[in-house]
């Protein structure tokens, strides 16, 4: 039997979608699991033993439907029996209807309960990831199920050492990115290369987010980071997207010498692979957030326009900080500036709490 995933994009959802692919290969381990995935996310999903392909999609090379029609022509080639679309935008919807044969199944995107949750009604919705494991009951794994970590996966597979982080013999239904055994040799060379000494305690920032208004306070990075240098003795890695550079270094400068920028400067896997290395890493609510997840590291998130009840929470080791105004949640995604003209989700919150809840969560 042959199934394809669906999710193009984007980080944080293609890696929340990996508790799917697991769900699936463990209830159909003789299944032929493919994954299309843009083409600046499928990076991602690499090194995924439960994974026979993964298929890049690329947005700029297939325009319109015609592109489509090409991309869904060479999927029809598979024989999918099944169709596990978990985007649901019109791309997917398109392509999924273009493979006949299949039997398409779909998640709720929950998009009526958010918009309640932004009204200031209260409503139930599930996190993402059981959402999308609900698609699956249909093939005997429904929102319920969960994945055995203990014996991890088949004789015969290599596992980075960083599975080791979460656990032996929990139920994992969290994210996980696979990294190599080369891949995490390599995330020490490179802080060699930065003068950072092996076994230095190690603590990760992301700064930045997609949306202005989900972004904490720069000054709140920077006097977080000086607490954890001097009263950790730790060294702070702050990592950014290519368009988050200059906030990244404005951050690491303001820090001092024992704050390093890397924003810009490496691709997705390597900053798994440095988040791996990392003891606690402190981001906003964004994509690398479920990245910190994926890879076992704790991870203390801040939470400012949107609440956690959207279904987007960090997983694993995680602690949330954020403020109950009755203005929250503004947003579904954040924005560019504060509706209210007073940005007080994020100046509410303050680098002595941010600090103590790192301090708890950081390795000695």
Request: hydrophobic share 40%; with cysteine; aromatic share 8%.
């Amino acid at each position: 039997m042959k199934i394809l995933i669906i999710r193009l994009g984007s980080i944080g959802d293609v890696v929340l979608t990996t508790p799917v692919i697991a769900a699936l290969k463990l209830s159909h381990p003789d299944a032929d699991l493919d994954f299309l995935v843009k083409k600046e996310y499928h990076e991602l999903l690499i090194g995924n033993p439960k994974l026979r392909r993964v298929i890049p999609f690329d947005g700029s090379g297939h325009k319109g439907l015609k592109g489509l029609l090409e991309v869904a022509g060479e999927l029809r080639k598979e024989g999918y029996r099944y169709v596990i679309d978990l985007h649901g935008n019109l791309r997917s919807r398109v392509i999924s209807a273009l493979i006949p044969g299949s039997k398409t199944l779909r998640y709720d995107k929950q998009a009526v309960k958010r918009r309640l949750l932004l009204l200031g009604f209260k409503a139930h919705t599930k996190h993402t990831v059981d959402a999308y494991l609900s698609a699956l009951a249909p093939l005997g794994a429904g929102d319920s199920f969960k994945i055995p970590l203990n014996p991890p996966f088949p004789k015969g597979e290599t596992l980075s050492p960083s599975f080791e982080k979460r656990g032996e013999g929990r139920f994992l239904k969290s994210p996980t990115i696979y990294l190599s055994e080369e891949e995490e040799r390599s995330a020490g060379s490179f802080l060699s290369e930065l003068g950072i000494p092996e076994g230095s305690p190690l603590i990760g920032f992301n700064p930045g987010a997609g949306w202005r208004t989900k972004r904490w306070l720069e000054e709140g990075f920077i006097e977080l980071g000086k607490r954890a240098v001097t009263e950790l003795g730790a060294k702070v890695l702050i990592f950014g997207g290519p368009d988050e550079v200059e906030l990244s270094e404005r951050v690491s400068d303001g820090i001092g010498i024992d704050a390093f920028s890397v924003g810009g400067k490496i691709g997705l896997r390597e900053a798994a692979a440095l988040i791996n290395r990392c003891s606690v890493f402190v981001t906003n609510d964004s994509g690398p957030m479920h990245i910190v997840t994926a890879v076992g590291t704790s991870v203390v998130a801040i939470f400012g326009p949107t609440v956690q009840g959207f279904g987007f929470s960090p997983l694993g080791k995680s602690a949330v900080v954020e403020k109950e105004l009755r203005c929250r949640p503004c947003s579904l995604h954040g924005s560019d500036s504060c509706p209210k003209g007073h940005f007080e989700c994020m100046k509410k919150i303050n680098a002595d709490e941010v600090f103590e809840r790192v301090k708890g969560m950081a390795k000695p």
